[in-house]
């Protein structure tokens, strides 16, 4: 049973479409992060967050913004999506034990 | 179904043994593979990647892996380890063309090193 949810599993939507990506978990864990990953490529970080109120952007520049406003819950939102965010988005958390990640977000902006 | 399996959990190692963390996936086209890395309090760090070419490719820190194509494998190797190689290690297989969207990754496995 996944402790980490992402939702939606596959969007499809149009071009200067406003779209919030979600991301929850249930494990209470303080750092969480997104990354994008294009079909058989490696992952690249855009956002993390150490906490409530922490976000920062990641080694790969991304138009998206975040949000951390509760521990569980951290939402990835593109303001005016483009044919080049299509990409899968990966949110993932971790603790002082372990790493989980989300089963991903496949976003195709046409 | 496409899958990744990491043989082992929990390696246990002394400084300056040598390291082989396997790793097997089950999927019939051509696939990209990465080894990623994350040391404790941190986000993945890309290890090595394979394309294509030499089955053999050499990573950051003293790591290799050697795809082996008629066994489905992608182990990662480093001859002599360090302390601060203790992290969590995840294999990932990607197939080039969209295979329904879902991320093949490991579970990963952990590695301590014991000074």
């Known amino acids: 049973e996944a402790d980490i949810y992402q939702t939606p599993r596959y969007l499809v939507i149009g071009t200067g479409k406003k779209i919030t990506l979600e991301c929850s978990q249930t494990?209470?864990?303080?750092?969480m992060y997104w990354y994008q990953q294009d079909p058989g490529m490696e992952l690249h970080l855009i956002h993390y967050?150490?906490?409530?109120?922490?976000?920062e952007k990641g080694d790969l520049s991304s138009e998206s913004t975040v949000s951390r406003i509760r521990t569980e819950h951290f939402p990835l939102t593109l303001e005016s999506a483009r044919p080049s965010h299509t990409s899968q988005y990966l949110c993932a958390s971790s603790d002082s034990y372990g790493y989980t990640f989300g089963s991903g977000t496949r976003l195709t902006v046409v | 179904a496409q899958s990744v399996s990491q043989h082992n959990h929990h390696v246990i190692l002394s400084e300056a043994a040598s390291l082989e963390l396997g790793c097997n996936y089950s999927?019939?086209?051509?696939?990209?593979l990465f080894w990623y890395v994350q040391y404790p309090g941190q986000h993945l760090q890309l290890l090595l990647k394979?394309?294509?070419?030499?089955?053999l490719v050499k990573g950051i820190k003293g790591f290799e892996a050697e795809f082996i194509k008629s066994k489905f494998s992608f182990n990662l190797r480093k001859p002599s380890v360090q302390w601060s190689d203790t992290a969590e290690y995840f294999c990932?297989?990607?197939?080039?063309?969209?295979?329904?969207?879902?991320?093949?990754f490991g579970q990963g496995t952990e590695l301590s090193v014991k000074p």
């Open positions: 967050s150490y906490g409530v109120n922490s976000t």
């Open positions: 394979y394309f294509s070419g030499d089955p």
């Open positions: 990932d297989v990607n197939a080039p063309y969209n295979q329904g969207g879902k991320l093949i």
């Open positions: 494990m209470g864990h303080d750092k």
């Open positions: 999927y019939g086209g051509t696939v990209n």
